[in-house]
């Protein structure tokens, strides 16, 4: 329910809408088993236009249905960014657990899986906050670079959520709010830190502009 609300508050979604009981047995057909917790995201939202139409591509079923089956692979994919540089998957072998790990790679070079998060529930609350920020209505122009300094001053004025979205493009990336319906995303790419902001009204927006007035050089 946690993260239904999310969803509805930070796309704007009215109502979600989920994937079909048949394609959620295709799916499970296909991989020989999939977690609950996939089968409930799935079901909850599976087919909600605002995910669809994201900065990323969420795998659901009827992306499979559309584009095939995958050829030489049994991981779960379910998350790959929009030119197919990264990919989130459960592996095959933990597809009979409950909440399974999560990994992703660096697809386009076929890269070695590393660990995103623990269990896919928390995989999908860090992953839907990053991908919400790309589709705020209100937001500056492109990305900001923050000193450590500043990102400091981040963390003492605003709320950081408990969510981490681990080892995405090789980066970590962590989530900040004043109020539920605006996002600050913080990018640590090892050597530097980029953010990306934005709020669902003018008056979310307002709010971290607040914090953030003289933060962070534009890139």
Same mark, same amino acid.
């Given at each position: ?5 999310? &969803?509805r ?9 989920g994937c079909?009981?048949?394609? &959620?047995?295709?799916?499970?057909e ?5 977690p ?16 669809l ?6 795998q659901?079923?009827?992306f499979?249905?559309?584009w ?9 994919? =379910? ?15 933990d597809?009979?657990l409950?909440d399974?790990?999560v ?6 070079d ?6 995103s ?5 928390e995989?999908l ?5 990053y ?8 937001s500056?122009?492109?990305f900001?670079?923050?000193t ?16 981490? =979205?681990?080892n995405? =493009? ?10 539920p319906?605006? =996002?600050?995303v913080v990018?640590?790419?090892?050597d ?8 669902v009204?003018?008056e979310s927006?307002?709010a ?12």
């Amino acid at each position: 329910m946690e993260l239904e609300n999310r &969803i509805r508050t930070l796309y704007s979604a009215g109502r979600l809408e989920g994937c079909t009981e048949q394609e &959620i047995q295709a799916a499970r057909e296909f991989f020989g088993a999939l977690p609950k917790a996939v089968e409930d995201f799935w079901r909850a939202a599976g087919r909600t236009k605002q995910l669809l139409c994201g900065q990323d591509d969420w795998q659901f079923p009827a992306f499979y249905e559309r584009w095939g089956w995958p050829k030489t692979s049994r991981d779960l994919s =379910l998350l790959c960014e929009n030119q197919y540089v990264c990919e989130a998957a459960v592996l095959q072998k933990d597809l009979s657990l409950p909440d399974p790990p999560v990994y992703t790679r660096m697809a386009a070079d076929d890269g070695p899986w590393q660990l995103s998060a623990p269990a896919v529930s928390e995989f999908l609350e860090a992953a839907l906050t990053y991908e919400a920020v790309w589709s705020l209505p209100y937001s500056p122009e492109g990305f900001f670079s923050l000193t450590e300094t500043e990102l400091q001053t981040v963390r003492s004025k605003l709320t950081k959520h408990s969510a981490v =979205l681990r080892n995405w =493009l090789e980066m970590e990336v962590t989530f900040y709010s004043s109020r539920p319906d605006n =996002l600050l995303v913080v990018m640590d790419l090892g050597d530097e830190y980029q953010a990306l902001y934005g709020g669902v009204t003018q008056e979310s927006y307002q709010a971290l502009l607040d914090v953030m007035e003289g933060l962070g050089e534009p890139l």
